[in-house]
């Protein structure tokens, strides 16, 4: 009885050392999480201003309004240019991501119209479908509840999902937005449909990972023109951070590859709306 009893007694203090030991450790990693994202918010910033510089001197170089410069001296800024906007949109997207993790309290939300932010989305995406003879159409409702989100979110959300089949989806193809209201679970389901490239099973869930892209990128590319904002494998990081951080779902189906793909994402109706 008394052996039994010691036992226990030792197990138990064993048992609150570590259960002291994972606190610690916990709080500790905590602490680098926190680090890391100032240091990376820092560098970010730090990378922005000599970036605006850079940028816009290579574009005034190449208005070269009055043929000052060479083909050739035209021809190698263009190319420049080219990595410059790749290099200013990993900066960009790096700024959104810690933006979310880090200024939480500095953004602001209000109640907005689903619709509003499909159309501008819409009608800017216009642009890079048309250079790709792509059908933009939209399924939408008369009319939404209203929900509580950062406008500017929302639309980035819908931007890069839309960029994504632009980018993955053929020349000529349809690509589908919509929204669906699911009033089970008093949610907007947004969504994103394209008849392109496809997403194996396997990598549902990889491809929401920071810089992850699916290897066989080169195969990937299934149009003629290269994107100035070429990938840089954080655009479903973005959403993902983004939607959730609205305590949203976000998901991707696809039969297979080549049989294109669609992501949805969810926001709840805003609680305080009569009727909902
Ligand atoms: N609509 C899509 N169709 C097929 N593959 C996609 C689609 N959207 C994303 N992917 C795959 O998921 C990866 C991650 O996407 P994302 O985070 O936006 O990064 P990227 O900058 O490479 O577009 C892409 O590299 C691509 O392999
Ligand atoms: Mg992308």
């Known amino acids: 009885m008394i052996t039994n009893q010691l036992n226990k007694d030792k197990l138990y203090n064993e048992l609150q050392i570590k259960t002291n030991e994972l606190v610690e450790n916990n709080k500790r990693l905590q602490e680098l999480d926190k680090m890391k994202s100032e240091f990376v918010h820092m560098v970010n910033h730090e990378l922005r201003s000599p970036m605006v510089t850079i940028k816009g001197y290579t574009e005034l170089l190449l208005n070269n309004k009055n043929g000052e410069l060479p083909d050739q001296a035209v021809q190698k800024l263009a190319v420049m240019q080219r990595s410059i906007n790749r290099l200013n949109n990993i900066i960009e997207n790096i700024r959104a991501l810690t933006i979310i993790d880090s200024d939480r309290k500095k953004i602001r939300i209000s109640k907005i119209n689903a619709i509003k932010v499909i159309n501008d989305v819409y009608n800017d995406m216009l642009i890079l479908t048309g250079k790709r003879r792509q059908n933009l159409k939209l399924d939408i409702q008369n009319q939404y509840p209203s929900i509580l989100y950062n406008e500017e979110q929302l639309y980035q959300c ?31 389901i947004f969504y994103v449909k394209d008849t392109g490239m496809g997403i194996e099973e396997k990598e549902f869930k990889n491809i929401f990972l920071p810089f992850y892209e699916i290897k066989n990128i080169k195969e990937h590319h299934s149009g003629t023109i290269e994107f100035n904002s070429a990938g ?8 993902k951070k983004i939607v959730e951080s609205y305590n949203g779902r976000v998901w991707v189906e696809s039969p297979g590859l080549w ?18």
């Open 259 to 276: 049989k294109g793909s669609t992501f949805y994402f969810t926001v709840p109706f805003d609680k305080l709306e009569k009727g909902y």
């Open 158 to 188: 819908l931007a890069n999902l839309i960029t994504n089949s632009i980018r993955y989806s053929p020349d000529g193809s349809d690509i589908i937005i919509g929204a669906l209201c699911n009033e089970n679970e008093k949610e907007i």
């Open 232 to 239: 840089t494998g954080l655009g479903l990081t973005i959403v």
